[in-house]
């Protein structure tokens, strides 16, 4: 059996989750999030637990038992904290700031690179090199993160470019000069 798929969920208090058939509504204090999942797997609500269960052992069955139930937990996470994404943008002269719901960007470019806030992700600029990616919806705050990252990714000799706050650039040496005799 799924080692993930067999732990119950913890439903937090002020958390209310409704499950109709194979659609799932978790609502809490940030907010609201709806998902349909594979009919083929089973979700019941004991008390204050989600439970996910699967039919049979069949490889289909496996792989989506364990996907089902950490979908359900980052729904349950995301509507009580939150996720969040940190960038760093590294270079001379790279920075950015913002402007009501936009965030410009100076990259190198003979252009600003400017991007917005929606409705599911909010933008934070908390120091001229840094922005946060903050967000209910863990998939929609990570894909605007590699969006914004897709700005300028950054390169391997001197690491000028968008970055994770975690991530390593692996660099690369430069250009070797004439061999000495």
């Not at 194979?22 to 809490?28: A, C, D, L, Q």
């Not at 920075?95 to 470019?109: A, I, P, S, T």
């Not at 840094?130 to 000799?157: F, H, L, N």
């Not at 692996?170 to 005799?181: I, M, N, S």
């Amino acid at each position: 059996m799924s080692r993930i798929g067999k732990k119950p969920i913890t439903v937090p208090a002020g958390v209310d989750v409704k499950i109709d058939g194979s659609v799932v509504t978790v609502k809490g204090p940030k907010g609201s999030l709806t998902r349909e999942f594979n009919k083929i797997i089973s979700i019941k609500q004991e008390g204050s637990e989600i439970i996910v269960t699967r039919p049979d052992d069949e490889n289909i069955s496996k792989s989506l038992h364990g996907l089902t139930r950490t979908l359900i937990n980052n729904m349950v996470v995301g509507v009580t904290e939150g996720f969040k994404k940190e960038l760093e943008i590294n270079g001379v002269g790279f920075r950015c700031q913002k402007n009501g719901k936009d965030v410009v960007m100076n990259l190198g470019f003979s252009h600003q690179v400017t991007v917005s806030d929606t409705d599911d992700v909010k933008l934070e600029v908390p120091a001229p090199n840094k922005i946060i990616v903050t967000g209910i919806d863990k998939q929609k705050v990570g894909q605007y993160a590699s969006e914004i990252r897709g700005k300028r990714p950054p390169e391997p000799y001197k690491g000028k470019g968008i970055k994770y706050a975690d991530e390593v650039i692996r660099r690369k040496e430069g250009k070797a000069g004439k061999g000495k005799k």
